[in-house]
C-alpha cells in the first residue's frame, strides 16, 4: 500500500522538483494532488510519466491524505500548515517558519533521521536551510570521529536560491551585459548579479550578521549538536543551480585528511571527487540534477592544531531542498507512518 500525498506549491521550482524526485524514487504512492494559489488552477505538472492538474490550495481539504511536502514561503505556509496538520496531514515544509521551534523536528535524514519521531507534536516537520543541509551531510560522519569543535564557512550560492525571479533576473543581466541599450537594473537582488558577486543574503541583523548567516549557525546546532560553533559568510554568485562551500573544520581531536577521506567516501549521501589535477574537483555545472553531495580539495589546516578545509558542493533544489523533503518522506513511511 502507498500513501496519499499532497504537493503544495506545485508550480514553482522546489515544488516541481519534489514531484520529479517522488516519482524518480519511486515513492509509495497511492494518490497524488498538486496544490497551487487560485492563479495556477488548472495548470499541468508533470509527475513521472502522469500529467496532474494543479487544485486550489485555499479550498483543499487535507483530511484523509498522509502527508504534505510545501514548498510555498512562510506567509502561505503560517496560513495553510496548520490546517493540514490539524486535518491529521503531516507537512513537511521547506519554508523557514518552522526551523527553530523546540516541538518541530529539523531533519536532514543523513544526520538525524531518528528525530522524526518528535513530528507527533505538531504534526510538522522543518526541512532546513538549502546551505545548512549540503554542510551537515558532511560534517556528520566527521564530527562522529573526531568531534567537531568550529566551523568557519563562506557559501557561493547560485541564484535559484531566490526562486524564479532570482534566474530570470541573473538571465536578463547577463544578456543586457552584451548589449548597452537593455539595461536591466538589480530588482530581486540589492545589486547587479550578472559576472559580480554579492557578499548579501536575507536582511541585516544587528551585530552585522545576515539572516542567512543566522541560520546557518541556528541550524547546524538544532540538527548536529548545539555546541558546535559556526561562523558564516554567505555570498551570491552567478551560478543558476548549484551551491558551494569553502568548509574549515576545527576538531577536539586530531583527523588526518587521509582518515578524513576515507570517512566521507564510505558516508551516506556524500560522493568524494579529490584528485590533486587540473579538474580533480566537482564544481556547480557538475552537481545538476545529482543526488549527492560532493566533496573535494580536502587538505590539513596547518594554521591549527586539529584542522581540515574541504569543497563542498551541492544541486540547492535537489538535496538543499526538494531531495531532502522527500528522504523525510521516505523516514517519515519507514519508521512512523508504515502501510500494509
Request: charged share 25%.
Amino acid at each position: 500500500m502507498g500513501y496519499r500525498v499532497a504537493v503544495v506549491g506545485a508550480t514553482g521550482n522546489v515544488g516541481r522538483e519534489m514531484l520529479n524526485i517522488l516519482a524518480e524514487r519511486e515513492f509509495p504512492v497511492d494518490e497524488i494532488v498538486a496544490l497551487a494559489s487560485r492563479k495556477s488552477m488548472g495548470t499541468e505538472i508533470s509527475f513521472g510519466d502522469k500529467t496532474l492538474k494543479c487544485k486550489d490550495l485555499d479550498t483543499f481539504d487535507f483530511t484523509g491524505w498522509d502527508m504534505a511536502l510545501f514548498a510555498v514561503g512562510s506567509e502561505a505556509t503560517k496560513i495553510y500548515a496548520p490546517k493540514a496538520a490539524s486535518s491529521g496531514c503531516v507537512v513537511i515544509d521547506n519554508s523557514s517558519l518552522y526551523r527553530y521551534d523546540p516541538d518541530v523536528p529539523l531533519i536532514v535524514p543523513e544526520v538525524n533521521a531518528e528525530a522524526v519521531l518528535g513530528y507527533q507534536k505538531k504534526m510538522i516537520i522543518a526541512n532546513p536551510n538549502c546551505s545548512t543541509a549540503q554542510m551537515v551531510v558532511a560534517l556528520k560522519p566527521l564530527h562522529d570521529r573526531a568531534k567537531i569543535k568550529r566551523v568557519v564557512v563562506s557559501t557561493y550560492q547560485s541564484v535559484s536560491g531566490a526562486g524564479k525571479e532570482g534566474i530570470d533576473e541573473l538571465w536578463d543581466q547577463t544578456k543586457s551585459i552584451y548589449n548597452p541599450t537593455d539595461d536591466k537594473p538589480a530588482k530581486k537582488f540589492t545589486k547587479q548579479i550578472a559576472f559580480n558577486v554579492i557578499p548579501h543574503i536575507d536582511v541585516f541583523l544587528d551585530d552585522g550578521s545576515t539572516k542567512e548567516e543566522w541560520k546557518m549557525v541556528a541550524e547546524t546546532k538544532k540538527i548536529l549538536d548545539k555546541s558546535i560553533k559556526v561562523t558564516a559568510t554567505c555570498v551570491r554568485v552567478p551560478v543558476f543551480v548549484g551551491h558551494s562551500e569553502a568548509i574549515n573544520i576545527e576538531f577536539e581531536n586530531f583527523l588526518d585528511e587521509h582518515e578524513a577521506r576515507d570517512i566521507l567516501r564510505e558516508a551516506p549521501g556524500v560522493m568524494v571527487i579529490d584528485k590533486r589535477e587540473d579538474g580533480g574537483y566537482i564544481t556547480p555545472v557538475e552537481c545538476v540534477g545529482d543526488y549527492a553531495t560532493f566533496i573535494s580539495r580536502i587538505r590539513q589546516d596547518s594554521t591549527i592544531e586539529n584542522g581540515i578545509n574541504l569543497w563542498c558542493v551541492s544541486d540547492n533544489l535537489r538535496k538543499g531542498a526538494a531531495l531532502n523533503a522527500v528522504q523525510i518522506a521516505e523516514v517519515l513511511g519507514q519508521r512512523c507512518l508504515k502501510k500494509g
